[in-house]
T-cell receptor
């Protein structure tokens, strides 16, 4: 079974530029998460999708960050314009729903390391 | 809101020895899950072990076991017979139970574990 795929693995941009990250979850996983991991800290949830609907985006800086999952499969996270403090690893994770019961195990992708200069 | 605290930024252990990583958490929830995730230098986050709060028996996965003290809100990870491949950042994480669409993970800041030969 293929894991969660993310691209690119690394990205370096200047502040005020825009950037986009892509995630393809494990096949059949209805729930998709984007986490931000700043160096020296644990990951923090940015946004959670259930199929193509947003479940939780309370910690997403909506003035500069946006995310979509149009067909309920892969997802794109965008930052526009980027700030220095956005330098971090962006992790995508997915989990499966069985019937009407959520499962607790999230599977993570390798992440995208963003450096904003 | 839930918080997770890992008080040991770094730990080291000799190969074949045993090491214990500490984690405490704060929550008003009565039903939840606790996890230990491993993140090697390649950055792929891997689930090590999980514990359901309603279970009194401590979870065990091969060389990995936990000491779950619900009243004390403590959740430590013991790694026996440490191997060089155990070198990684270890994150303790909390997830509240329930919810039709799955729930976010709340992570601690992590503990870097170095296994020495």
């Amino acid at each position: 079974e293929a894991g969660v795929a993310q691209s690119p693995r690394y990205k370096i941009i200047e502040k005020r530029q825009s950037v986009a990250f892509w995630c393809n979850p494990i096949s059949g996983h209805a729930t998709l998460y984007w986490y931000q991991q700043i160096l020296g800290q644990g990951p923090k949830l940015l946004i959670q999708f259930q199929n193509n609907g947003v479940v939780d985006d309370s910690q997403l800086p909506k003035d500069r960050f946006s995310a979509e999952r149009l067909k309920g499969v892969d997802s794109t996270l965008k930052i526009q314009p980027a700030k220095l403090e956005d330098s971090a690893v962006y992790l995508c994770a997915s989990s499966v729903i069985i019937g009407q019961t959520s499962t607790d195990t999230q599977y993570f992708g390798p992440g995208t390391r963003l450096t904003v200069l | 809101a839930q918080t997770v605290t890992q008080s040991q930024p770094e730990m080291s252990v000799q190969e074949a020895e045993t090491v214990t990583l500490s984690c405490t958490y704060d929550t008003s929830e009565s039903n939840y899950y606790l996890f230990w995730y491993k993140q090697p230098p390649s950055r792929q986050m891997i689930l090590v072990i999980r514990q359901e709060a309603y279970k009194q028996q401590n979870a065990t996965e091969n060389r990995f076991s936990v000491n779950f003290q619900k009243a004390a809100k403590s959740f430590s990870l013991k790694i026996s017979d440490s191997q060089l491949g155990d070198t990684a950042m270890y994150f303790c994480a909390f997830m509240k139970h329930g919810g039709e669409y799955g729930n976010k993970l709340v992570f601690g800041a992590g503990t870097i574990l170095r296994v020495k030969s």
